[in-house]
């Protein structure tokens, strides 16, 4: 999970939100709106157009306008705070078929025991290994244990997803053809990680390769060294 740092919400839903302040409108009501369009259109620029859960590309017919909060919990306006909303994988928000993501969080709620991705701390919450699995940091940390599984975060065709972003990152496995990232190639990787491209988009799972970059450079500047002492 990588962290969303939130920005101002679009011009268009404040006006909304200011011609509407007399009514008790829910989300529902901003369907359709122009509002909403440009809401959508904010969040998956501000999240480099990744799933705030999973780290999945996605575009805006693979995504959905997700609650952190669940609307069937929300309170008066809370379902259109800016803050509450992120944009996620699928574009069903009920289309649990995947298996994995905001669809399987559905309308559960534990604020005390969810890692939110405008949380601070929330990639630190999270280990990744080469094979892509996900399990929480520290290992007996009970929110980012609960996190995972409300959000099915390590089911199976998630975690081959991420395992071949690895493989085919760093160079790894039969199926690339890539060579083995070098030292050079992963120092400089690594400083650049989170940083948007042209379009504005970051890599897919960009917080998974950021954790494990180091340790790549690590384990290829011992192998280094332990070859250039053979010699």
């Keep these: 999970m990588r962290r969303i740092i939130k920005t101002n919400p679009p011009v268009e839903l404040n006006t909304w939100l200011e011609e509407n302040k007399e009514y008790n ?11 909403h369009q440009m809401l959508k259109e904010k969040l998956l620029k501000e999240q480099g157009w990744l799933c ?6 996605i575009e805006n017919e693979t995504s959905h306008v997700e609650h952190l909060k669940p609307q069937t919990t929300c309170e008066e306006w809370e379902d259109v705070e800016y803050r ?6 699928p ?6 078929s995947h ?13 005390e025991n969810f890692i ?6 929330c990639e630190r919450r999270f280990k990744f290994s080469w094979a892509g699995h996900i399990s929480p940091n520290p290992d007996d940390h009970a929110a980012a ?8 975060l390590d089911e199976k065709s998630l975690q081959l997803l991420r395992k071949s972003r690895i493989d085919g990152f760093f160079g790894f496995g039969p199926r690339t053809r890539a060579k083995p990232l070098s030292i050079a190639d992963a120092q400089l990787a690594l400083e650049n990680i989170d940083r948007l491209d042209r379009d504005g988009r970051l890599r897919e799972f960009c917080f998974v390769l950021k954790q494990l970059l180091p340790k790549y450079i690590a384990n290829a500047k011992a192998k280094a060294k332990a070859k250039a002492e053979e010699k």
Excluded at 25 to 35: E, N, R, V
Excluded at 116 to 121: W, Y
Excluded at 145 to 152: H, S
């Design 91 to 96: 574009a069903d928000g009920g289309d649990t």
């Design 116 to 121: 939110s991705p405008l949380a601070d701390d």
């Design 25 to 35: 409108h829910s989300y529902k009501d901003i369907l359709g709106t122009k509002a």
């Design 84 to 89: 509450n909303v992120v944009a996620c994988f």
């Design 52 to 57: 705030a859960y999973t780290g999945k590309k």
């Design 99 to 111: 298996g994995y993501g905001a669809p399987i969080k559905g309308g559960w709620w534990d604020k």
């Design 145 to 152: 244990k609960k996190t995972i599984a409300v959000l099915q």
